[in-house]
């Protein structure tokens, strides 16, 4: 086994205790999420047209939970540094894990369990549950 291998982690992995606490940051994420808006479209195709099938049914819509998402916002915007930086990092920006572990002072290793450890934090400060 090289030292690669050994470094690997699973960034997909919820514990499955904290399943019900990953459904509401991931609504968090998408209450959080910057989208560019229909004028950031590139001219060449801000007129295009689209095929039949979104004409009948425009969008897929998820339902977000607004209030909720304030209520996680605020409550990870508490948290120590490192833990809110890589919350942050996990449902928002999910980009460069190997950078943000350098940038927190921690083994890729150490990201996951901060993601852990605050997720659970988050959890336990969150006064409103599903």
């Known amino acids: 086994m ?3 291998d050994m470094d690997y982690v699973d960034f997909c992995y919820v514990p499955q205790h904290q399943e ?16 560019p808006h229909g004028c950031q479209t590139h001219p060449m195709w801000r007129h295009s047209v689209t095929p039949r099938g979104w004409d009948i049914d ?5 339902a977000l939970d607004t209030l909720d998402a304030l209520l996680i916002e605020r409550t990870v915007s508490q948290l120590p540094e490192k833990h809110r930086d890589a919350l942050r990092w996990f449902y928002v920006l999910r980009a ?3 950078g943000t572990a350098r940038r927190l002072e921690v083994s890729r290793a150490g990201l996951m369990e901060l993601v852990c450890d605050g997720r659970a ?10």
Do not use: E
């Not at 019900?20 to 989208?35: K, S, Y």
């Not at 934090?121 to 599903?130: G, I």
């Open 2 to 4: 090289s030292a690669r």
């Open 96 to 98: 460069d894990p190997a």
């Open 20 to 35: 019900a606490m990953h459904a509401r940051l991931g609504n968090w994420a998408r209450w959080v999420r910057v989208r």
């Open 58 to 62: 425009p969008h897929i819509s998820t």
């Open 121 to 130: 934090m988050v959890a336990n400060r969150a006064t409103v549950t599903k």
